[in-house]
């Protein structure tokens, strides 16, 4: 009989062990869940609103580059992802990249 009672003892001193241990991994994982809201989540947002940027780019849009570069589209190559842009007064051409564009300064209205 005194080895029940003991055995009773020991389980719910377990069980206490498991409840404290809760407590003290609870700080963290609420760490963990505002590291996600505050960091994690608003750059995924923000990278997806940039990718839909990029593939709405049309012809005819004027672009800046992440270099810098300013200029509009005249062609886009979809197979390999390239876009052809016309810089400055002398009409010249340069071929880029769709992840190098860092913004779209046209704006289109899609109710056309």
Partial sequence: ???????????????????????????YALIILALYFIMIRPQSKKRKKEEAMRKGAQIGDEITTIGGIVGRI?????ENETLVIETGT???????????????????????
């Fill in 74 to 78: 005249v062609s886009i190559k979809e």
């Fill in 1 to 27: 009989m005194l080895d029940a009672a003991a055995g009773t003892t020991a389980g719910a001193e377990g069980a206490v062990g498991v409840g404290s241990l809760l407590v003290m991994l609870l700080p």
């Fill in 90 to 112: 002398d009409r010249s051409k340069v071929r880029i990249k769709r992840w190098a564009i860092g913004s779209v300064d046209t704006i289109h209205d899609d109710a056309e």
